[in-house]
């Protein structure tokens, strides 16, 4: 088995590894490689597709790491599509499957902590594979890759506009639209300074204000861990029962989004903390 193939093992969405440890530019050429090779065996008869979609969030050198992908997957054949911009792990599934591609290679480590990053590799119907497909990534790291003779495309592209409208045609943008400019709603979202960040803005088109905390780039996430748990809370909290104890202040509800904004969590305006395992059923 080649060195770099020691000890790579997915779990429940992907793998994940301690920075420049065992997440190196070497390790994730190979499973980036592999990976989609695999999306090839498994989706490519169904879709008739060549097309890899790479994306990434806002750790600490995930763009590096995603164009690093890209280069190892075109150079294996597959046409990229490679995101100009970070973006949530979920805009990545709905290009995989509005774009008809055979998945998406997403460079986070999601909720975890700062040193941590990973790849999460998403099919073609959108989701996370199975634990059938990844087995089948890990059973080949150790075979010799064998180079395409020609290269696949290049392109870059920009995920958001598509998976704003997506989210628009599931929502009622409008009638939120109107209760905040009626100032009968405040919306703060924690974007735990991952990929969410500017986010809500986009979905609304910048037409209502949107009050976002942990906005900017941090790739130390504030000294915790960008998980919507409250422990990590403690300013959206604040934020809520100040606004809320303002004469006239009407509605408010916090969003607390995680590292790659694949998980939700919510403040209401009492200053209770609600779970996606709350939020979900709801």
Same mark, same amino acid.
């Given at each position: 088995? $080649? ?20 997440? =190196?530019? /070497?390790?994730?050429? &190979? ?14 008869? =169904?879709?008739?597709? #060549?097309?890899? @979609? ?5 750790? +600490? ?7 690093? =992908? ?28 509005? *774009? ?16 941590? &990053? ?13 634990? /059938?497909?990844?087995?089948? @990534? ?28 997506? *989210? ?9 639209? #109107? &209760? ?5 709603? =405040? ?22 204000? @949107?009050?976002?905390? #942990?906005?900017?780039?941090? $790739? &130390? ?51 209770? +903390? ?9």
């Amino acid at each position: 088995m $080649p060195i770099a193939a020691q000890s790579i093992k997915f779990g429940t969405d992907g793998w994940r590894g301690v920075i420049a440890d065992d997440f =190196t530019f /070497e390790r994730v050429a &190979l499973v980036a490689s592999v990976a989609a090779k695999v999306l090839a065996d498994v989706f490519g008869e =169904t879709t008739g597709s #060549n097309t890899i @979609i790479v994306g990434y969030d806002r750790r +600490f050198m995930a763009e590096d790491f995603a164009k690093k =992908t890209a280069e190892v997957v075109q150079a294996a054949g597959f046409d990229v599509l490679l995101s100009e911009s970070y973006a949530p792990t979920p805009a990545f599934s709905w290009a995989a499957k509005q *774009l008809n591609a055979l998945g998406a290679l997403v460079l986070t480590a999601s909720h975890n902590p700062a040193n941590y &990053l990973g790849l999460k590799v998403k099919g073609a119907f959108g989701g996370s594979v199975s634990p /059938e497909v990844t087995q089948q @990534i890990e059973a080949q790291l150790d075979s010799e890759p064998v180079a395409a003779q020609t290269p696949g495309s290049f392109q870059t592209f920009n995920p958001w506009p598509s998976y704003c409208e997506g *989210l628009r045609a599931k929502v009622d943008i409008a009638q939120i639209q #109107n &209760l905040i400019a009626q100032e009968k709603l =405040t919306v703060f979202a924690d974007v735990m300074h991952g990929a969410a960040a500017g986010g809500l803005s986009q979905l609304f088109s910048n037409h209502v204000p @949107i009050h976002e905390i #942990n906005s900017a780039r941090d $790739p &130390l996430f504030g000294g915790g861990a960008p998980e919507p748990l409250p422990r990590y809370l403690s300013e959206i909290f604040r934020v809520i029962r100040t606004h809320s104890r303002k004469e006239g202040a009407g509605l408010a509800v916090g969003l607390v989004f995680d590292g790659d904004s694949d998980r939700i969590a919510a403040v209401d305006g009492a200053g209770n +903390f609600l779970s996606s395992q709350i939020l979900i059923p709801v």
